[in-house]
T-cell receptor, first 112, second 114 residues
Framework: GNSVTQMEGPVTLSEEAFLTINCTYT??????LFWYVQYPGEGLQLLLK?????DKGSNKGFEATYRKETTSFHLEKGSVQVSDSAVYFC???????????FGQGTRLTINP | DAGVIQSPRHEVTEMGQEVTLRCKPI?????LFWYRQTMMRGLELLIY????????DSGMPEDRFSAKMPNASFSTLKIQPSEPRDSAVYFC????????????FGEGSRLTVL
């Protein structure tokens, strides 16, 4: 079936540290891949996306590369800020079913 | 531009009462989703609509839950009767069309059932 596995949280880092949040998926075909972010007290919002193999999505200093061979879409940022504290969700778009399958979310806390 | 608008933002009710959550999607968006978020179960898709028609309601927990979309600008999620285990944040989201993964979420309705 279709599923997504994210790095378990919570993740706590110091400001300016390097961030990686792992995400792997299982799906039929080649889904588009998304990272969403949820700031405290808010709904989810799209952070970045990639629609085909080897595409790199980027936004707000975050990046993720669509790796078909490893079915992964790991989120990275070179230097995190306190304002990046949030919950991050990886989600493939299941073609045909037309719906996103969200991972369990990874809570990130950045300390000053 | 107005985003997805949900009401109420907070609701506290007693077990057995009927709860109605409301959602106004972004104008022009053809798909609407209802999600439930809890610490234990994470983010769960309850139901989604395309062009006001329910497409997949396999995530609706039981008959106590029902959702309607009478027109393109309004949807409701109803719980009757409510139970304490229904306590959660309920999110509505909309998107432009069925083949895009970019969802726009509302701020959520936090439900507490005592």
């Amino acid at each position: 079936g279709n599923s997504v596995t994210q790095m378990e949280g919570p993740v706590t880092l110091s400001e300016e540290a390097f961030l990686t949040i792992n995400c792997t998926y299982t799906a039929t075909g080649y889904p588009s891949l998304f990272w969403y972010v949820q700031y405290p007290g808010e709904g989810l919002q799209l952070l970045l996306k990639a629609t085909k193999a080897d595409d790199k999505g980027s936004n707000k200093g975050f990046e993720a590369t669509y790796r078909k061979e490893t079915t992964s879409f790991h989120l990275e940022k070179g230097s995190v800020q306190v304002s990046d504290s949030a919950v991050y969700f990886c989600a493939p778009l299941i073609q045909g079913a037309q719906k996103l399958v969200f991972g369990q979310g990874t809570r990130l806390t950045i300390n000053p | 531009d107005a985003g997805v608008i949900q009401s109420p933002r907070h609701e506290v009710t007693e077990m057995g009462q009927e709860v109605t959550l409301r959602c106004k999607p972004i104008s022009g968006h053809n798909s609407l989703f209802w999600y439930r978020q809890t610490m234990m179960r994470g983010l769960e898709l309850l139901i989604y609509f395309n062009n006001n028609v329910p497409i997949d309601d396999s995530g609706m927990p039981e008959d106590r839950f029902s959702a309607k979309m009478p027109n393109a600008s309004f949807s409701t999620l109803k719980i009757q009767p409510s139970e304490p285990r229904d306590s959660a944040v309920y999110f509505c989201a909309s998107r432009l069309g069925p083949n895009t993964g970019e969802l726009f979420f509302g701020e959520g309705s936090r439900l507490t059932v005592l």
